[in-house]
């Protein structure tokens, strides 16, 4: 299995034709976890990346990244996208182990 980071329609469009298998698209909002960060998509880079990818008959599963927080999970999944990927959020918790079954939680209250 192969993944590609993107942030924009063109990132995935290269990325589909280079046989990626997923992306990885973000960053959602600012984070700390990585260094030369891309622009930042919120809601409507997410909505807008995956209405192109629909348009063009590109079918690959598409992970939000950068900087979600628990809060966040609704509202990213209801852009198209097919899944998170968290990190920030869960290694910087007070308790980390609390807080990943909290995403767990959320996210499984959602199916």
Known sequence: IIGGTANTFDDVERLHRQGANYIGCGPFRFTTTKKNLS?????????????????????????????????DITSVMQTGVTGIAVSGAILNANDPVDEMQRFVGLVDDRG
Do not use: K, S, T, W
């Open 39 to 71: 622009p930042i998509l919120g809601l409507e880079g997410y909505r807008h990346i995956v209405e192109q990818m629909r348009a063009h008959n590109i079918d690959l599963p598409i992970v939000a990244i950068g900087g979600i927080l628990a809060d």
